[in-house]
């Protein structure tokens, strides 16, 4: 997982905006039961909305009601079979 949290990471840095990361920096701490990484990244991400002033997707919205109310093993892992967005 220290491979896949750097890659999210390392795409950050590069676009902070993108949700998609977040959302997957969000599932790696929750898969791997870093609750503090949890919050962590929620934390950076509403840093991030609040600077530009933007609106959160419906889909983060609920990745982070999930990573917050449920155990490291239900957190549901994206499968990259498609352009579709999954969490």
Same mark, same amino acid.
């Given at each position: 997982?220290?491979?896949? *949290?750097? $890659?999210?990471? =390392?795409?950050?840095? #590069?676009? &902070?905006?993108? &949700?998609?990361?977040? =959302?997957?920096?969000?599932?790696?701490?929750?898969?791997?039961?870093?609750?503090?990484?949890? *919050?962590? $990244? !929620? $934390?950076?991400?509403? *840093?991030?909305?609040?600077?530009?002033? !933007?609106? @959160? +997707? /419906?889909?983060? +919205?609920?990745? #982070?009601? @999930?990573?917050?109310?449920?155990? /490291?093993?239900?957190? /549901?892992?994206?499968?990259?079979?498609?352009?579709?967005?999954?969490?």
């Amino acid at each position: 997982m220290d491979a896949t *949290r750097h $890659a999210a990471l =390392r795409g950050l840095d #590069i676009d &902070e905006m993108w &949700e998609v990361l977040h =959302r997957d920096w969000m599932r790696i701490e929750g898969a791997t039961g870093n609750t503090a990484g949890v *919050r962590k $990244a !929620i $934390a950076r991400l509403q *840093r991030v909305s609040r600077t530009y002033d !933007i609106s @959160l +997707e /419906p889909l983060t +919205e609920r990745m #982070i009601d @999930l990573v917050l109310s449920e155990s /490291p093993l239900q957190v /549901p892992v994206r499968q990259p079979t498609s352009n579709v967005d999954y969490f």
